[in-house]
């Protein structure tokens, strides 16, 4: 079935440092990527949607400049934290479709990324 | 504003027997929904979804059924197994992205 990767699964790392998460979708082309934020008992949390070749659609409340999403090519899409604080310490989760959800093809997951922040 | 919620946190049942998971939504315009199952340290997998042209989908030992009317849908799980235990969350479609539940942590006893 369809697999998505996704590196590192864990970063600590010190304050003021950027991070890039990477989300790859392994054995098919993934016209569109999803970044999500869970903190521990809660939902997760749409961040933004990435399409190759084009700009990111960030949710409200979602810094874009905190958050930079690049999605190159239609296997990879990266996430980087810039100048991480402890408060974005979370877990981040990205997610890969063949289209969109309403084409009725599900929403593939990584395994998730925990950063921590010191 | 939840949009989705998941009113029950924690579920027990025992193996064999029927697990219920509860969903609920507010927003009419949704029109297809998703379980999935998650792991701790892993990301969700998917399980099964509906679209709101069904009141019933069925795979197996999972089954949802909606009730647009109440807004409400239900994930069934027959008969449970202790590889079931694990926090199902359910999704709704809104356009292009999925709004997530809180989750039930689902748990299994012999």
């Known amino acids: 079935g369809a697999v998505v990767s996704q590196h590192p699964s864990r970063v600590i790392c010190k304050s003021g440092t950027s991070v890039k998460i990477e989300c790859r979708s392994l054995?098919?082309?993934?016209?569109?990527m999803f970044w999500y934020r869970q903190f521990p008992k809660q939902s997760l949390m749409l961040m933004a949607t990435s399409n190759e070749g084009s700009k990111a659609t960030y949710e409200q409340g979602v810094e874009k400049d905190k958050f930079l999403i690049n999605h190159a090519s239609l296997t990879l899409s990266t996430l980087t934290v810039t100048s991480a604080h402890p408060e974005d310490s979370s877990f981040y989760i990205c997610?890969?479709?063949?289209?969109?959800?309403?084409?009725?093809?599900?929403?593939?997951f990584g395994d998730g990324t925990r950063l921590s922040i010191l | 504003d939840q949009q989705v919620k998941q009113n029950s946190p924690s579920l027990s049942v025992q193996e064999g027997r029927i697990s219920i998971l509860n969903c609920d939504y507010t927003n009419s315009m949704f029109d297809y929904f998703l379980w999935y199952k998650k792991y701790p340290a892993e990301g969700p997998t998917f399980l099964i979804s509906i679209s709101s042209i069904k009141d019933k989908n069925e795979d197996g030992r999972f089954t949802v059924f909606l009730n647009k009317s109440a807004k409400h849908l239900s994930l069934h799980i027959v008969p449970s197994q202790p590889g079931d235990s694990a926090v199902y969350f359910c999704?709704?479609?809104?356009?292009?992205?999925?709004?997530f539940g809180t989750g039930t942590r689902l748990q299994v006893f012999p």
């Open positions: 997610s890969a479709s063949l289209g969109q959800v309403r084409s009725f093809k599900p929403q593939h």
């Open positions: 999704a709704a479609a809104e356009w292009d992205k999925l709004i």
């Open positions: 054995d098919f082309q993934a016209t569109t």
